[in-house]
């Protein structure tokens, strides 16, 4: 339900897109990397990035020394489209959460403390 809510706030892009666009933007990396770190199989993240390279939102720069290698990487469009995104998902969050102040203080605390431990769980892993 709270994805729904938070797809809802965004005209122009999926959640899924969201997610790879932000994986993207955190670090150019290679399509299985980011597979990976967006939690999707190979074959989904490959159509969902045919759509996000057709909208002018990433581009496939390839890999110096890597005659197979390429890197993907979040354009000037795609950047402005994320922040978008954010801004919107930012506001629908501030009016659900508006009428209960510690149901917001809850959730942001949460929420800090899911970023830290997954944050920790991914340096485990290196």
Do not use: C, Y
Not at 12 to 36: G, H, K, W, Y
Not at 51 to 74: C, F
Request: proline share 2%; no cysteine.
């Amino acid at each position: 339900m709270a994805s729904r809510v938070l797809e809802r706030s965004l005209n122009d892009m999926t959640l899924p897109q969201f997610r790879v666009l932000s994986v993207i933007a955190s670090s150019s990396e290679r399509a299985n990397r980011i597979a990976e770190k967006a939690a999707m199989s190979r074959p989904s993240l490959t159509g969902l990035l045919d759509g996000l390279e057709a909208r002018g939102w990433v581009q496939r720069v390839d890999v110096e020394g890597d005659r197979r290698g390429v890197s993907l990487e979040v354009t000037r469009a795609g950047a402005d489209a994320l922040k978008q995104a954010e801004r919107a998902m930012t506001a629908e969050l501030e009016l659900v959460l508006r009428s209960s102040p510690d149901d917001r203080t809850a959730v942001v605390t949460g929420l800090t403390a899911l970023g830290r431990a997954i944050g920790e769980h991914h340096r485990a892993r290196r």
